[in-house]
């Protein structure tokens, strides 16, 4: 509060030096001394007290660039209470905070390459094959949030809390989405005084429940006051300017953080670029401050959402300037606002780094294919756009939802939270899909460049088995990923046979007796739906890691089939 009090008297002596007239406008003086006097502590009083209010409640940034438009009134009424020097003097001032308003206010016509410098990605085709083996974080957060409110009887005195925003992370070594328990009012708030905690989920299980994670928080965002943690850092550091909400984190022991990015204008006042971080003690109000790489480890969004949000659009919309992303808009490509935070998405790649994922689409309407896709770096802010293969055309995410969407169109069920992935060499869209009631109902896989390529299942990994079937069987598909793309043959007894109904195919997976699965479908091998334990088969198959082998040809004694 110190230095807000010292802004605000600074300030306030300004602007009474600026308002109260020092000359007299007649030679007999208008004015008295004591009247002078008088007028100009009211003044300043006034003044102090309204800025130190306007800088508290509205948690502006304390820089002297945000008072020109006041500075300017302030002068302007000071020129016409005076005359002779003091006049010349005060319009003076007056013109140039007019002329350094015209400057703020125009910046956003030519600091466009700017911001397209500041955004800047490296550029790649295509993203790594995703490890199948591995479970995507990809449960929907608007189904968490179901879940964490029908868990939200484990919170005591729930009468007093509601649920916070949801935060994706990682705890642990484990993804997981965290939501903060927040005050419903402030009655309420000075009632409870603190947070008793945060609510905690599987980002990867579905069928996981909520827990409730016991940790007094005492600096929040719904909390008043001082005590609101928001302001609690523009009080800490009234110079920063700020972008995007206050973001809960946890470390691994659970302790609970908020975490906000600053950074700077890319030129005036307008446009951002990030920095750095401060990060506040949620029971204590213990606040540091911290460059991008600097960041605490257990920090995965240091990058805010919402200045993630705007890189991207600084990239797509500026790419030849300001005037042609209004007129001619050559090259130009909009990111798309399909994403579950402030129009992007967060997930994590195989080493547990976080990224946010966000596809680009064309600004002509009535396009729904996809230019390219982005994944910013949530540590770093470093971004790659990855433009795809140029000899597909790929569907953009809403088009990925339509597609899915259609399938569910009797039942009125909604995909949600649509990824790209690289899936065995296919570009494809990753999408859960929920009931009406924001429960979820299964997860669809569909390819982004052959929309035919698709199919649903309960689970991300069973998805994934189906869509290497069908992948398998296509004979636009080189099958890469975390397959070594060997063709590989064996022969021996059935063991074990699972047949499950797939649309108008059925997928056969089968154990052999040398110990290894396999599977295929009935489109690649039609006589495979007689396949039945005690069976030798000879097979052709494509090596991997996977726990079921795609085959590519099977022979079945006594059957003609291959």
């Given at each position: 509060m110190t230095m807000t009090f010292i802004m605000s008297a600074i300030v306030a002596i300004v602007a009474?030096?600026?308002?109260?007239?020092?000359?007299?406008?007649?030679?007999?003086?208008?004015?008295?001394?004591?009247?002078?006097?008088?007028?100009?502590?009211?003044?300043?009083?006034?003044?102090?007290?309204?800025?130190?209010?306007?800088?508290?409640?509205?948690?502006?940034?304390?820089?002297?660039?945000?008072?020109?438009?006041?500075?300017?009134?302030?002068?302007?009424?000071?020129?016409?209470?005076?005359?002779?020097?003091?006049?010349?003097?005060?319009?003076?001032?007056?013109?140039?905070?007019?002329?350094?308003?015209?400057?703020?206010?125009?910046?956003?016509?030519?600091?466009?390459?700017?911001?397209?410098?500041?955004?800047?990605?490296?550029?790649?085709?295509?993203?790594?094959?995703?490890?199948?083996?591995?479970?995507?974080?990809?449960?929907?957060?608007?189904?968490?949030?179901?879940?964490?409110?029908?868990?939200?009887?484990?919170?005591?005195?729930?009468?007093?809390?509601?649920?916070?925003?949801?935060?994706i992370q990682k705890v642990n070594g484990e993804y997981v989405y965290i939501a903060p328990v927040e005050f419903s009012?402030?009655?309420?708030?000075?009632?409870?005084?603190?947070?008793?905690?945060?609510?905690?989920?599987?980002?990867?299980?579905?069928?996981?429940?909520?827990?409730?994670?016991?940790?007094?928080?005492?600096?929040?965002?719904?909390?008043?006051?001082?005590?609101?943690?928001?302001?609690?850092?523009?009080?800490?550091?009234?110079?920063?300017?700020?972008?995007?909400?206050?973001?809960?984190?946890?470390?691994?022991?659970?302790?609970?953080?908020?975490?906000?990015?600053?950074?700077?204008?890319?030129?005036?006042?307008?446009?951002?670029?990030?920095?750095?971080?401060?990060?506040?003690?949620?029971?204590?109000?213990?606040?540091?401050?911290?460059?991008?790489?600097?960041?605490?480890?257990?920090?995965?969004?240091?990058?805010?959402?919402?200045?993630?949000?705007?890189?991207?659009?600084?990239?797509?919309?500026?790419?030849?300037?300001?005037?042609?992303?209004?007129?001619?808009?050559?090259?130009?490509?909009?990111?798309?606002?399909?994403?579950?935070?402030?129009?992007?998405?967060?997930?994590?790649?195989?080493?547990?780094?976080?990224?946010?994922?966000?596809?680009?689409t064309s600004p002509k309407k009535g396009v729904d294919s996809m230019l390219g896709y982005s994944l910013t770096n949530a540590r770093t802010g470093q971004a790659t756009y990855y433009s795809g293969n140029k000899d597909e055309a790929y569907m953009d995410s809403q088009g990925a939802i339509q597609i899915i969407e259609k399938k569910f169109i009797e039942k009125k069920w909604q995909a949600s939270m649509p990824i790209i992935y690289n899936f065995y060499g296919e570009a494809s869209w990753l999408v859960p899909v929920l009931d009406s009631n924001g429960f979820l109902q299964n997860y669809s896989i569909v390819s982004a460049a052959n929309p035919e390529l698709s199919v649903s299942a309960a689970t991300p990994n069973e998805a994934l088995r189906q869509y290497k079937t069908i992948i398998n069987r296509s004979d636009n598909s080189s099958l890469n990923g975390s397959s070594s793309n060997e063709e590989k043959a064996a022969k021996g007894k059935v063991i074990r046979v699972y047949k499950e109904k797939n649309n108008d195919y059925t997928t056969i997976s089968f154990l052999l007796d040398n110990k290894e699965n396999y599977i295929v479908s009935s489109e690649t091998a039609p006589l495979a739906v007689y396949l039945k334990e005690g069976d030798q088969v000879e097979v052709k198959y494509v090596n991997s890691n996977d726990v079921f082998l795609p085959v590519k040809e099977i022979t079945i004694k006594g059957i003609e089939e291959k």
């Open positions: 009474t030096f600026l308002i109260v007239p020092f000359a007299s406008k007649t030679p007999e003086g208008d004015f008295k001394t004591k009247f002078k006097m008088q007028f100009g502590i009211a003044m300043f009083i006034l003044v102090f007290v309204i800025t130190a209010i306007v800088f508290y409640v509205t948690k502006i940034d304390q820089n002297w660039s945000q008072l020109w438009l006041e500075l300017l009134v302030i002068a302007l009424i000071g020129a016409l209470l005076s005359n002779g020097v003091e006049r010349k003097i005060k319009g003076f001032i007056t013109l140039a905070s007019l002329v350094f308003g015209v400057y703020l206010l125009s910046t956003p016509f030519f600091n466009a390459n700017q911001k397209y410098q500041s955004a800047e990605m490296t550029k790649k085709v295509e993203i790594k094959a995703f490890d199948d083996t591995k479970t995507p974080a990809s449960v929907p957060p608007k189904f968490a949030r179901n879940k964490m409110k029908k868990a939200f009887s484990q919170v005591p005195n729930t009468s007093y809390y509601e649920l916070g925003n949801l935060q009012d402030f009655f309420k708030w000075m009632k409870g005084k603190e947070s008793p905690g945060y609510l905690m989920m599987s980002a990867t299980n579905s069928s996981d429940n909520p827990k409730f994670v016991k940790s007094p928080m005492v600096y929040t965002t719904s909390a008043y006051l001082n005590n609101n943690v928001e302001r609690h850092m523009r009080l800490a550091n009234t110079k920063e300017i700020f972008y995007g909400d206050a973001q809960l984190e946890v470390n691994d022991d659970g302790k609970p953080y908020y975490i906000r990015t600053y950074g700077k204008f890319i030129s005036g006042r307008n446009g951002f670029d990030p920095k750095g971080i401060v990060m506040v003690d949620a029971k204590t109000g213990a606040s540091k401050t911290y460059a991008l790489k600097d960041v605490p480890e257990f920090i995965d969004g240091a990058i805010s959402p919402e200045a993630v949000s705007r890189q991207n659009e600084y990239f797509g919309k500026y790419v030849h300037g300001y005037w042609n992303s209004m007129f001619g808009k050559k090259d130009v490509k909009l990111p798309s606002d399909e994403g579950t935070e402030a129009n992007v998405s967060p997930v994590f790649d195989e080493n547990g780094i976080m990224y946010y994922f966000t596809d680009f």
